[in-house]
């Protein structure tokens, strides 16, 4: 399975988010063609940067959510310092594609790839596991 293909594993269970995680997915899907074809330098400066403003957007409105559900004020602000240190490395990896000294582009397709799959399955399920709870509760 391409690392970019929607599996049911990867929904928090809230259409919004599910559907900006598919966006994510599909432009890590769009990079990891990239790589393979062997393309660099400018259309990974352009795929980079399309995903790192969407990966933005994306965390604010989950950000945003967890606070509408009530997830623990101390658990947000972990989710919000993961999504800073990513949002930095993305610089980093732009950065660098844009200089004469760019990253492999196979080791930024590993990052956010992982990234993405662990932070979707782990972290965010964290918050979907808690919003079923307190759903269940009522």
Not at 113 to 123: A, G
Request: glycine share 2%; proline share 2%.
């Amino acid at each position: 399975m391409s690392i970019g293909n929607w599996n049911d594993k990867y929904s928090v269970k809230n259409a919004i988010i599910d559907d900006q995680h598919k966006r994510l997915l599909d432009i890590l899907y769009r990079l990891e063609r990239m790589v393979n074809r062997g393309k660099e330098t400018e259309e990974m400066v352009k795929l980079l940067t399309e995903m790192s403003d969407y990966a933005v957007a994306h965390f604010k409105s989950e950000e945003r959510y967890m606070k509408n559900i009530g997830y623990p004020d101390d658990k947000i602000e972990e989710h919000r310092q993961l999504h800073s240190n990513y949002t930095l490395q993305v610089l980093q990896f732009t950065l660098s594609h844009l200089d004469e000294l760019p990253e492999n582009p196979r080791e930024v397709l590993n990052f956010l790839s992982h990234w993405w799959t662990d932070h979707i399955l782990k972290v965010d399920m964290d918050y979907a596991v808690f919003e079923r709870k307190l759903l269940a509760k009522k």
